[in-house]
T-cell receptor
Framework: EAGVAQSPRYKIIEKRQSVAFWCNPISGHATLYWYQQILGQGPKLLIQFQNNGVVDDSQLPKDRFSAERLKGVDSTLKIQPAKLEDSAVYLC???????????FGSGTRLTVV | KQEVTQIPAALSVPEGENLVLNCSFTDSAIYNLQWFRQDPGKGLTSLLLIQSSQREQTSGRLNASLDKSSGRSTLYIAASQPGDSATYLCAVGGYQKVTFGTGTKLQVIP
């Protein structure tokens, strides 16, 4: 079984620029999550999709972050404009259904300078 | 609101020692609890998943237990090796919501 694919692995941008991350979940996994992990902290949920519908985006800074999951498969997370405090690892995870175990991708490390 | 605590935040042990990592949570109405390993700069690797109806799960040198009534889970690592050095995170699954602890950073000294 192929794992969760994320790209790019690393990204360095200047503040106020925009950036996008891509995630391809495991085939057949209905639930997809985006997490932000700041150095030294546990992952924080940004948004959860069930198929192509949003289940929870309560912690997504909607003035600058957006995410979509077209056709209930791949997902993109965008930041526009980026701030210094957005420097973190952005993790994508998927599960067969909510309340099942997760599988995580390798993450995208974002540095905003 | 579920709160998940992992103590200690960091642990250093000599190779070969058996060790226990702790995870405590405040709301016992959970669906499952999952332990992950995270190497520096990498994503999370799932180690063990315990459903709420289970008491423990084992994989190789790892054993995870769950006591919902007391809001605790432990991850037992037998005969630790330098390759076990990583950060260990527990994630508590509630209804359509998962809450992570902040992790225990383990260093196994050869």
């Amino acid at each position: 079984e192929a794992g969760v694919a994320q790209s790019p692995r690393y990204k360095i941008i200047e503040k106020r620029q925009s950036v996008a991350f891509w995630c391809n979940p495991i085939s057949g996994h209905a639930t997809l999550y985006w997490y932000q992990q700041i150095l030294g902290q546990g992952p924080k949920l940004l948004i959860q999709f069930q198929n192509n519908g949003v289940v929870d985006d309560s912690q997504l800074p909607k003035d600058r972050f957006s995410a979509e999951r077209l056709k209930g498969v791949d997902s993109t997370l965008k930041i526009q404009p980026a701030k210094l405090e957005d420097s973190a690892v952005y993790l994508c995870a998927s599960s067969v259904e909510a309340n099942y175990g997760y599988t995580f991708g390798s993450g995208t490390r974002l540095t905003v300078v | 609101k579920q709160e998940v605590t992992q103590i200690p935040a960091a642990l250093s042990v000599p190779e070969g020692e058996n060790l226990v990592l702790n995870c405590s949570f405040t709301d016992s109405a959970i669906y499952n609890l999952q332990w992950f390993r995270q190497d520096p700069g990498k994503g999370l690797t799932s180690l063990l998943l315990i459903q709420s109806s289970q008491r423990e799960q084992t994989s190789g040198r790892l054993n995870a237990s769950l006591d919902k009534s007391s809001g605790r889970s432990t991850l037992y690592i037998a005969a630790s090796q330098p390759g076990d050095s990583a950060t260990y995170l527990c994630a508590v699954g509630g209804y359509q919501k998962v809450t992570f602890g902040t992790g225990t950073k383990l260093q196994v000294i050869p």
